[in-house]
C-alpha cells in the first residue's frame, strides 16, 4: 500500500514538474514572439527609454507625469483590439479586463481618470504624433517619424 | 426595464447637450484633449477620421499645443445607469419584493474630473439610488476630490486627497454603486451591507496615499485617512439605535472624527491581490429633549478586513474576511438593548468568477455573516432578550448564509446584463425599515431572484 502510494507521489511530482517546464518553455516562446509593436510618444516628450515598471505605472493611470513634470496622456485601443491584447499581455503582463478594472476603480471613485480611447492604429498615430506628453502604442510598420519609439530597459 | 430605456435615454441625451458647447473647437482638438473619442457622438467620430488622413506637420503640432493650453486641462465625463428586478419568496429586499417582484433597485451617476496642472486633479460625482425605504433615489453629492500629488518618481507616487471621499475598504467599497465594477447584482452582503451603506460610502476626508514600487515583484499601495461619516441617514440610524419603544430613534447620531486605512499588495502581472483595511469609526447619539427613552452615548465600531484575489485570463478567485468589533457606552440608558454591549460580528465570502468567453462570464460564491461571533446561531441573543426584557426576536435574524449563482453578459463594453440566484438561510442583513416587524415575522429560509441591465460610458 504504502509502496503505491510512494510511486503515484513521485509520479505526480513529476508530472507537475513536466507541467511547469512546459509551461515555461511556452512562456518564453511568447515573450520572443513579441516584437512587432513599439510603445511611441509625443515627440516633444524628453524622454528616450523608461523603465518596465515605469510603463506599468503609466498604463495603469498611477504615473501622471514625465520625469520633467509635463502631463502624461495615454491613449489605448478598444479593450478587444488585437494590439491592445498584446501589448497588455506581453508589455505590461496584464491581461485587458485587468486594465479595464483598474481603470474603473480610479473613474467611479473619483481617485484617477481613464486613458483616451482611439478606434484605430492610424488614429492612434495621428493623436500621438498631436498630443503634447502623448504615449500609445503602434505596429512597427504603422510607426513613421511623426512619433518617437520609447525604449523599455 | 422601461426605468432603464428611459434613464439611458436621459444620459445620453445629456452626453449631447454637452457636445453642442464644444462646437468652437476644432474637432481634432475636441476629442484630444476633452473626451475620449469613443465616448463622443457620431458627429464627432467623423471629424476624428477625417483628421486621421490629414498628416500632422509642425504648425498642426505647434497650433495643438497651443489650444491645449487653453483648453480646461483634459476634462472627461464618465457615468452609469442601472435597473435591477428583484423578486422573493419571502422578505423584501429595495421594495416589496415578495409580492410579485420589483423595480426597486435603480443606480445612476455622472462624474466630471479635470486636470488643471500635471500633479493636480479635480473630480466629482452626482449620484441617485433608488433602493427600498432607505434610499429613495434623490441625488447627492457622492464625492467631490481635490487630488495633489506630491512626489512622483517612476513607479512611486505620493500626494493627498481632500474633500468628500469614497472610503477605501475591501476590493468593492469605493465603486460599490457601479454595477460593471461589482462582480453581482448585490455584493457580499455579510462584508458590504446595503443597510448601513451610508456609514461606510464616503465621508468628509483628509487623506495621504502612496504607491510604493517593491523592486520587480509587485506594488503596495497604502491609503490613510481621517474623515466625519454620514451617520444622519433613517436606515443606519434604525440600525445603530435599535429601540424597542419606537420604530425609528428620536435623536440623531452625531458625525465624529474617525479613521481609515488601507493597503494592497499587488504583483506586477495583477494576477495576486491582497488587502488589508481597518476602520475606527465614532458617533455618539443625542436623544430628542428628556422624553427620549434612549439617553446621550457614543458607539465606536472598529471592523478590519482582509481581502485576497487571485486573477487568471479565465477565470478569478476571490475571498474576504471581516471581523466587526462594536462597543456601546453603557449611558444609553438600562432600558435599551444596545446599553454597554460589546461585541465582535464575523463575515466572509469566497467567490469564484468565470469568463466563459469575453462577453460571457459566471460566478458562485457563499457568503456567511454573524452578527456575534461567540453566538453564531443567535440562541443566547433570543433567549436574553426574552429573559431580560421580555421582547421575542427571531435567532435568525443574528445571522445569514447566501449561496450565489450568477451569469453575466457584457452585450457591449458599455452595455450589460446579468441575473442571479440567492438561496439564503438567516435574515441578518436584512433592511429593518423594509421588514418592519408591522408586517409579520420574516422567514428563515428564502430565495431572492434578481435581473439587471447596466450601462455606463
Known sequence: MIPTFLSYFSFSIRAFICCLLLLSAFVASEVWANEHFEIVIYPGVGEKEISHNSLRSIFSMRQKTWPDGTKIRVFVLPDDDQLHEIVSKEKLNVFPYQLRSMWDRLVFSGTGQAPIKVNSVEEMLTKVASTPGAIGYLWRAKIDDTVTVLQIK | ?457
Do not use: C
Open chain 2, 1 to 457: 426595464m422601461l426605468v432603464f430605456v428611459l434613464l439611458s435615454g436621459e444620459l445620453t441625451a445629456q452626453a449631447q447637450i454637452i457636445d453642442p458647447s464644444l462646437k468652437s473647437i476644432e474637432p481634432s482638438q475636441r476629442a484630444v484633449v476633452l473626451l475620449p473619442a469613443g465616448e463622443l457622438p457620431a458627429q464627432a467620430l467623423e471629424s476624428n477620421a477625417a483628421t486621421a488622413t490629414q498628416k500632422p506637420n509642425l504648425f498642426n503640432r505647434t497650433t495643438n499645443w497651443l489650444r491645449s493650453r487653453n483648453l480646461p486641462g483634459d476634462l472627461q465625463i464618465h457615468g452609469f445607469a442601472s435597473q435591477g428586478y428583484i423578486t422573493t419568496s419571502d422578505n423584501d429586499v429595495f421594495g416589496n419584493s415578495n409580492n410579485g417582484g420589483s423595480f426597486g433597485l435603480t443606480e445612476a451617476g455622472l462624474n466630471v474630473s479635470v486636470r488643471p496642472l500635471p500633479k493636480l486633479q479635480l473630480s466629482a460625482q452626482v449620484l441617485s439610488r433608488r433602493a427600498g425605504k432607505g434610499n429613495d433615489g434623490m441625488p447627492r453629492l457622492d464625492y467631490a476630490i481635490l487630488d495633489y500629488q506630491l512626489y512622483s518618481h517612476e513607479a512611486n507616487q505620493y500626494g493627498i486627497r481632500i474633500g468628500r471621499l469614497k472610503n477605501p475598504f475591501g476590493f468593492y467599497n469605493e465603486t460599490r454603486d457601479v454595477a460593471h465594477t461589482r462582480p453581482s447584482i448585490l455584493l457580499p452582503q455579510s462584508i458590504y451591507f446595503d443597510r448601513t451603506r451610508n456609514l461606510g460610502l464616503s465621508g468628509d476626508s483628509i487623506q495621504l496615499y502612496g504607491e510604493t514600487a517593491i523592486g520587480s515583484i509587485g506594488t503596495f499601495s497604502t491609503q490613510l485617512g481621517v474623515f466625519w461619516p454620514i451617520v444622519n441617514d433613517k436606515d443606519t440610524e434604525v440600525s445603530l439605535i435599535a429601540s424597542r419603544f419606537s420604530p425609528q430613534p428620536l435623536g440623531g447620531l452625531n458625525r465624529d472624527a474617525s479613521f481609515i486605512g488601507r493597503g494592497i499588495f499587488e504583483t506586477n502581472d495583477k494576477r495576486l491581490r491582497l488587502g488589508i483595511s481597518g476602520i475606527w469609526l465614532n458617533t455618539s447619539y443625542d436623544p430628542h429633549g428628556i422624553t427620549d427613552p434612549v439617553r446621550s452615548g457614543s458607539l465606536q465600531f472598529t471592523p478590519i478586513y482582509f481581502s485576497a484575489q487571485y486573477n487568471a485570463e479565465k477565470w478569478s478567485i476571490t475571498s474576504e474576511y471581516a471581523i466587526r468589533h462594536f462597543k456601546y457606552d453603557s449611558t444609553f440608558s438600562s432600558n435599551m438593548l444596545i446599553n454597554g454591549k460589546d461585541f465582535f460580528g464575523e463575515s466572509y465570502y469566497v467567490q469564484g468568477e468565470y469568463r466563459f468567453t469575453p462577453k460571457w462570464e459566471g460566478f458562485i460564491r457563499y457568503d456567511a455573516l454573524y452578527t456575534d461571533r461567540s453566538d453564531r446561531n443567535g440562541k443566547e441573543f433570543q433567549e436574553e432578550l426574552l429573559t431580560k426584557y421580555n421582547l421575542p426576536i427571531a435567532a435568525h435574524s443574528r445571522f445569514a448564509k447566501d449561496i450565489t449563482v450568477g451569469l453575466r453578459w457584457n452585450v457591449t463594453p458599455e452595455f450589460m446584463l446579468r441575473a442571479e440566484y440567492h438561496r439564503v438561510n438567516g435574515t441578518g442583513w436584512l433592511s429593518r425599515l423594509d421588514n418592519p416587524s408591522t408586517e409579520g415575522p420574516m422567514s428563515q429560509h428564502w430565495d431572492l431572484y434578481a435581473i439587471q441591465a447596466s450601462y455606463r460610458f
